[in-house]
């Protein structure tokens, strides 16, 4: 019961183990090669959630300050501005990745890493 | 001043041949002639160097210094005493006639450019692990001739020495891997591997029993020892001659040399006596000198025969060692004497046989002996000194080894020593009496009436030249004057080096 | 000024391979020095750094004149600055030597991106070695994961692409890792600063155990991953292999280093020594490690092609760090760092040395290696003082790693690890020295008329790397004594 109640009360982490593992299986197990780096994307996604669920304050309000400072509680901003840098990486790494595979479409003509491995097999024999 | 020039001398023994060793390589693109005599210049003056060492260990005293210190603990450091002398004194005096040899022996074959530098090189480290005055120096000497003299053994690139060279590598690296093994247990336990500090492992235990197992395996590869010898009877003949000559003559001595140096001065004789150590160094001596000696008489190609014989003969060594007593030690460093002057003759009169007729099967070297009168005669009183017919170095060994067995109480011993000089002359003695008294009935041919059959060698060869000649002339006589003879070098020198690691051994 | 040294290594290294691309649209011939001049200048800065932690002890510096825990700090201790060092030496003749071999791997247009790819990766190297964040720690690694990537895939030959890609997915897998186990520790301390996460950790290990362990276990496998930890190997054969051979110097030598000095700086700094006794985790560790430098040996000795020899030896080879961080005494670790140095100059020296003959002859199965040792005689000398240093050959610094780590094995009483070391070796010896045997002995190679001659601007990395070799192996003393002081966490 309390197991539960742990889980309701930090339903972020949760979701975001949840979304972990998915993006992790998806990058290890999908043979398309777009698929994988969807994956990996929703991998990311899911730590910067994680992150982010940190840094949230119950009925914290966005820490920006009109007047001073107000008696009021406020989200914790760092975790937000660390995981908008890691959203750069990750947008910069998925850039990368799919133009690796726009190359490999065009030596091979596929997207699938169990064909590409059939061709190679096949050429090197 | 003087005493300053002694001191360096160690270093420059084993540094100078390493040294002309790149000379020689460089000067060898010119002239053959420079090639060669710079080489046999080297190996003279290294002997004459090594000879006035004497003065410095004559009355028991030692010269040890550090040169630098790798890590803390370990370092590079020179030591001479009577042992390192003796070895050293007998390498670099055979090394200089091998070298004389190779001369003429090399003049027909391929490769000299590579295998005189590798020769005076090998000589370099040779010496360097007889004065080394660590374990380290030693290991790192050591290293270094068993590796460069791979390239002796393969020097015919045929695909018998280059799969025998193989062999002879993985040993040497499992050779090496274990010393390292033993020399890290021996650091562990004392602090440091130097050879000046006395006994290194006082109690037995696990470790200490890894470390001995270790060394062992390490140093008794090189020597010959049942059962790592493997790679002796495919390695040694397929080496040309002369330097089939020095590996089994000198090279496999530093194996000997690093064992006596590990038995009594990392461990002492009380140590080994109470873990029975010196029955496990017994038993394999036995087994070495039984195998060693009755599968010679099976093989039929002279250079193996001889590489069998090797692999018995260092089990007399191993024997010396194991009974622990002064006098079988100095039996012991007397037949590294022995045997390396014997097996040195062997396989340069070989040598010669080979060079000349280009046979090397035993059963075709019926009455070379009337044609190659003196190489068959050096080669004769070789085998009767293997054998241990008196007056010869070789029976001097065997009688004191035989003394001290009985003298350490283990009479079964002399009865081993008895019947491999038995075996020994089973596979010796036909080789000689079918040189001198075999031969084809053959038609002699011109100058001679018809019908007088002579028995004599099926080719018509001459005696070889006089620059092999002379090399194994000087050896075979050194079967003799180191005998039962007065002003016996070898033996005083044995008797001295004896006394020494008794007492280092004794706490 | 000598306080902003750290940060100015870092800054001129990134800062020059930005600016290459400029370089190259103004003038071609200065791209060379201009990648070369940082890179040595943080050389020399590098040895600077030493001197300044001999003098005052390690200190840090503050980026931007921020405070921790709000700023970002970088600090300089033995084992930062000894990190720096090996990154500019060794980078130094590879890049040298890539100055020449890149041309005919690569389009003529991507040859400055190649300078630029280069230096980011080393210089975001350098940000690992100095940087006290975690989250720092995280952006400096994803850089040099893509551009570690970038080396690679510049080649466009399929097999590269493809290694690159694998190697890509794979390392942000890792890097995900890693991130999640910065989420982890930041949830329980509030600190992303390496000093202030020590602090608060020892009381956070009572409240929350399991985040402690499962952060633990993450960083093993992020920086597992990126350092070929066996079994997580799986992307490095095919990445080194079919990368152009300075990238493959690089990589085997300096990146899968780097990820397991950050391992040891979390493991070490970050959290308590203490955790240590109760989870088996370094254990484990050690346990991989074993694996990795026998099974590493194992497949190495099958290979045909060279360079996937090579790799896989890598593999063994950063087994032997791991091992020492899992062996975890004083001697054992110091093993492990200085091996680090020591694989560095060898692997890099051997790749070269493997990409000079590829180069020169286009050879690259062990097989059709018969006899180059004729023709490239000081090549596959220096290949050959590789080989032995790998075997663990005294007078060699392979030599000197190996018995500090035999040293710290059996200083914690475990002798089982000693021979495993011994038998890896042995391994080693079994898949090298056939290569150099056939390389000087056996057949000789008929001269090919398209075989090229071997340029000095190549070689001379080559022989200084060989040089580098034998002359730690003869003198280590300075290494050592810094290391000791290193691992005083």
Sequence with gaps: METIENLINNYYYFVAMVLFVIGFHTMLTHSNLIKKVIGMNIMDTSIF???????????????????????????????????????????????????????????YGTVDADEIALIRSREDS | MEAMLYEMLPLWVSLFPIFMSVVIFAVSKRSEKMRNGLSIGTA?????????????????????????????????????????FSLAVLASFVWMLVSIYSIDYMSHEHGGDRYYPILIFTLGSCLGIFMAGDFFTLFIFFELMSLISYVLVIHEETPAALRAGYKYLIMTIIGGLALFFAIIITFELSGTVSLSAGTLITEPGTLPFLAFLSFLIGFGMKAGMFPLHVWLPDAHPVAPSPASALLSGIMLKTGAYGLLRVLFQVFNIPLIQEARWDL????????????????????????????????????????????????????????????????????????????????????????????????????TVAALAMIGIPPLNGFLSKWTLSLGALEAGLPIYVVVLLISSLLNGLYYLPIII??????????????????????????????????????????????????????????????????????MGTP | ?????????????????FSIPLVARWRKTLIFPAAVTPLAISFGLSLYLFYLVGQQGAFSYHLGEWEPPWGIELYVDYLGAYMIMVLSSISLPVLVFASRDIHHDIREEVVSWYYTLYLLLIGSMMGIALTNDLFNLFVFVEISAIAACGIISIKEDR?????????????????????????????????????????????????????????????????GVKSALFPLHVWLPDAHSSAPSPSSAVLSGLVIKIYAVALVKMLFRVFPTAIYEVVPVLDIVLFLSVLAVVFGSIFAMVQDDIKRMLAYSSIAQIGYVFMGIGLFGDRALVGGLLHIFNHAMMKAMLFLAAGMIIY????????????????????????????????????????????????????????????????????????????VVNAFFGSKIEPHPEHKDVPASMLIPILLLAAGVIFFGFFPGPLLDLLEQAISF
């Design chain 1, 49 to 107: 959630l994680f992150f982010v669920a940190i840094g949230y304050v119950h009925d914290g309000r966005a820490p920006i300050f009109l007047n001073g400072v107000e008696d009021h509680a406020y989200v914790h901003p760092l975790p937000s501005a660390l995981i908008l840098t890691g959203i750069v990486v990750a947008v910069s790494v998925t850039a990368y990745a799919l133009s690796l595979i726009v190359k490999l479409y065009e030596h």
């Design chain 2, 44 to 84: 003279v003056v290294t002997f004459f160097s090594v000879a006035a060492m004497y003065p410095s260990i004559a009355g028991g005293g030692v010269i040890e210094y550090t040169i630098f210190n790798i890590l803390p603990g370990l370092g590079v450091s020179i030591r001479l005493d009577i042992l390192s």
């Design chain 2, 280 to 379: 496990m160094l017994g038993i394999l001596a036995v087994i070495t000198i039984i195998l060693g000696s009755a599968v010679a008489i099976t093989q039929e190609d002279l250079k193996r025969r001889l590489a069998y014989s090797s692999v018995g003969q260092m089990g007399y060594v191993i024997l010396g060692m194991a009974l622990l007593t002064e006098r079988a030690l100095v039996g012991d460093v007397f037949h590294i004497f022995s045997h390396a002057i014997m097996k040195s003759t062997l396989f340069l009169a070989a040598g010669a046989i080979i060079w000349k007729t280009g046979l090397r099967n035993v059963n075709d070297l019926k009455g070379i002996g009337k044609q190659m009168p003196v190489t068959m005669g050096a080669f």
């Design chain 2, 434 to 503: 079918a040189a001198f008294f075999g031969g084809e009935e053959h038609e002699h041919g011109h100058g001679h009436e018809h019908g007088h059959e002579e028995k004599e060698f099926a080719l018509n060869v001459d005696e070889a030249s006089y620059g092999m000649i002379i090399p194994v002339a000087i050896l075979g006589l050194s079967c003799l004057v180191f005998g039962l003879m007065p002003g016996n070098v070898a033996f005083e020198l044995s008797i001295k080096a004896a006394h020494f690691l008794i007492t």
């Design chain 3, 1 to 17: 000024m000598s306080n902003h040294i750290p940060v100015l290594i870092i800054v001129l290294v990134l800062g020059a391979s």
């Design chain 3, 159 to 223: 097999k590269c692409i493809e290694a690159s890609f694998k190697y890509l997915i794979l390392s942000a897998l890792g890097s995900g890792c890693v991130l999640l186990a910065v989420a982890m520790i930041y949830m329980i301390t509030g600190y992303l600063n390496f000093d202030y996460v020590a602090a608060t950790m020892t009381e956070a290990l009572s409240l929350y155990p399991y985040n402690i362990l499962i952060a633990l276990s993450l960083l093993i496998v992020g920086f």
């Design chain 3, 360 to 435: 020169a002859t286009g050879i690259r199965r062990i097989k059709d290696l018969k006899g180059i040792g004729v023709r490239m005689p000081l090549t596959m000398a220096a290949f050959t003082i590789g080989a032995f240093a790998m075997v663990g050959i005294p007078g060699t610094s392979g030599f000197i790693s190996k018995w500090f780590l035999a040293l710290g094995a059996l200083d914690l009483g475990r002798p089982f690890y000693v021979a495993i070391i011994l038998l890896s070796s042995l391994l080693n010896g079994i898949y090298y020295f056939p290569i």
